[in-house]
């Protein structure tokens, strides 16, 4: 039996891309010989999506809806499209008709070389080039250098996971680009490949260029989760202690001011220097061990695993 598909639209406002869209799923999942099914996930919209998705769902059972109440953004409506997916193989994508489901194979292909996760690389982009393409060129080159895992476009919906890769990934932000990072520091094989994008005919872009922000500082939290969310103190702690070490120092050269070139305390800022430093290495220093309470009670709370099994051999019960 071949692998079930499940194909993840997330939609708002896209009430004239419905019908084009369905049609062109139609054509190309119906030739590819693997059962399917299309989550169409209504992100609140306000305009026509909801009665034209609930028609299409009328017609084809293999198209499931899901609707949220308002509009929570791209990424939540691809956590709910992802939670409500039954397929073993999960390939989110956009409802704007900008990527291509003609695609679809060209992901399925590198899945069956034995990778987990496969991104789409917008290599011909048709976005505005100063306000989209500039701006995601650099950010893509800075999340592949602090990242560590080298991808050209990570903001492609078009991609392709594998179940168990994406199963128990929680997306919060703009974070929904940084699956195959994840997945990647999980011990995933993830590779990419180039994928036809197209400018969008009906309905308009929601975003501008205030999305690389939000993609810096995403970026900023990934990382930080995975280098020290096992070890916060650390990072705080390390930052406490570099911070008391610079207020002794700047200690030990008010005395010497003092006692060697006769200066007053208050005629150089270095007492201000010595306190300041002094406090904030003190509250990183408490900050630290509240991450660590707060990471115990993540962990345990929840009976999360500090470690990831692959797979285990003769250890059932
Ligand atoms: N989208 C969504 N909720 C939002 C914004 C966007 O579900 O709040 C969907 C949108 O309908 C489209 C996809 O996310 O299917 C990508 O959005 P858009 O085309 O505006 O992004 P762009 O291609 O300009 O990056
Ligand atoms: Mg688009």
């Given at each position: 039996m071949p692998d079930m598909l499940s194909i993840i639209i997330p939609l708002y406002n896209e009430e004239d891309n419905i019908e084009p869209l369905y049609a062109k799923l139609d054509t190309v999942l119906g030739s590819l010989g693997h059962p399917y099914e299309v989550i169409l996930v209504n992100d609140g919209s306000t305009d026509d999506t909801r009665a034209r998705i609930d028609a299409v769902a009328a017609r084809d059972e293999r198209v499931r809806v899901v609707h949220l109440r308002?509009?929570?953004?791209q990424t939540p409506a691809m956590m709910a499209g992802i939670d409500a997916a039954r397929g073993d193989i999960l390939i989110p994508m956009d409802g704007d008709l900008q990527n291509d489901p003609a695609d679809i194979p060209k992901l399925l292909a590198k899945l069956d070389e034995g990778f987990d996760v496969v991104s789409g690389w917008r290599k011909d982009r048709k976005d505005n080039p100063i306000k989209r393409n500039l701006p995601s060129r650099m950010a893509n080159a800075l999340i592949s250098f602090i990242s560590g895992v080298h991808l050209h476009d990570y903001g492609c919906s078009l991609k392709a996971y594998r179940r168990d890769i994406i199963k128990g990934v929680k997306l919060y932000g703009e974070m929904h680009r940084f699956i195959p990072i994840h997945a990647a520091w999980q011990g995933a094989r993830v590779t990419e490949v180039s994928v036809t994008h197209h400018p969008r005919i009906h309905g308009a872009s929601k975003y501008g260029i205030e999305r690389t922000l939000k993609v810096i500082l995403d970026l900023m939290t990934v990382k930080f989760l995975d280098k020290y969310a096992q070890k916060p103190m650390y990072l705080f702690g390390g930052f406490g202690l570099a911070s008391i070490a610079l207020s002794m120092l700047f200690f030990v050269f008010m005395l010497y001011c003092k006692i060697f070139?006769?200066?007053?305390?208050?005629?150089?800022p270095l007492p201000l220097a010595v306190v300041m430093f002094m406090l904030i290495g003190i509250v990183a220093v408490f900050m630290g061990l509240i991450a660590e309470i707060l990471m115990r009670t993540y962990h345990e709370s929840q009976d999360k695993p500090t470690y990831i099994v692959d797979c285990t051999r003769n250890c059932k019960d």
């Amino acid at each position: 039996m071949p692998d079930m598909l499940s194909i993840i639209i997330p939609l708002y406002n896209e009430e004239d891309n419905i019908e084009p869209l369905y049609a062109k799923l139609d054509t190309v999942l119906g030739s590819l010989g693997h059962p399917y099914e299309v989550i169409l996930v209504n992100d609140g919209s306000t305009d026509d999506t909801r009665a034209r998705i609930d028609a299409v769902a009328a017609r084809d059972e293999r198209v499931r809806v899901v609707h949220l109440r308002r509009n929570f953004g791209q990424t939540p409506a691809m956590m709910a499209g992802i939670d409500a997916a039954r397929g073993d193989i999960l390939i989110p994508m956009d409802g704007d008709l900008q990527n291509d489901p003609a695609d679809i194979p060209k992901l399925l292909a590198k899945l069956d070389e034995g990778f987990d996760v496969v991104s789409g690389w917008r290599k011909d982009r048709k976005d505005n080039p100063i306000k989209r393409n500039l701006p995601s060129r650099m950010a893509n080159a800075l999340i592949s250098f602090i990242s560590g895992v080298h991808l050209h476009d990570y903001g492609c919906s078009l991609k392709a996971y594998r179940r168990d890769i994406i199963k128990g990934v929680k997306l919060y932000g703009e974070m929904h680009r940084f699956i195959p990072i994840h997945a990647a520091w999980q011990g995933a094989r993830v590779t990419e490949v180039s994928v036809t994008h197209h400018p969008r005919i009906h309905g308009a872009s929601k975003y501008g260029i205030e999305r690389t922000l939000k993609v810096i500082l995403d970026l900023m939290t990934v990382k930080f989760l995975d280098k020290y969310a096992q070890k916060p103190m650390y990072l705080f702690g390390g930052f406490g202690l570099a911070s008391i070490a610079l207020s002794m120092l700047f200690f030990v050269f008010m005395l010497y001011c003092k006692i060697f070139l006769n200066k007053s305390f208050i005629e150089t800022p270095l007492p201000l220097a010595v306190v300041m430093f002094m406090l904030i290495g003190i509250v990183a220093v408490f900050m630290g061990l509240i991450a660590e309470i707060l990471m115990r009670t993540y962990h345990e709370s929840q009976d999360k695993p500090t470690y990831i099994v692959d797979c285990t051999r003769n250890c059932k019960d």
